[in-house]
């Protein structure tokens, strides 16, 4: 079973996300292998934060994070000292619970 990149942590805003991609992108915290299976999802808890990279065809690399708080993406763009330059969404929430298909698009 994988554990969390980071325990005990609430993400707030886009800007904790930012910290925690770009922290993962430097190796100073463990990534995620790979989405988290049924059991994984199962053992979510409050506070945890598991950050894994997704990359689709034909897109650049991104993270993506998953726990019972806000779940985000960005693409890896970031330079120390400066913000960063790619477009910051909400792709997909984990958090154990079914509300709807992960991979709806407009």
Partial sequence: MQQPTL???HIRSPED???VFYAVQL???PEITRRLDAQERKQLASGN???W???PA???H???AGGSGQSTRAGLGMQAGQ???YEFTIERWTEGLSWSASRIRE
């Fill in 83 to 85: 913000p960063p330059a």
């Fill in 17 to 19: 996300a930012h910290k």
């Fill in 62 to 64: 991104t993270f993506e």
């Fill in 53 to 55: 990279a997704d990359k």
């Fill in 27 to 29: 190796g100073l915290l």
């Fill in 49 to 51: 934060v598991y950050c």
């Fill in 58 to 60: 034909g897109e650049t």
């Fill in 7 to 9: 325990t005990n942590i």
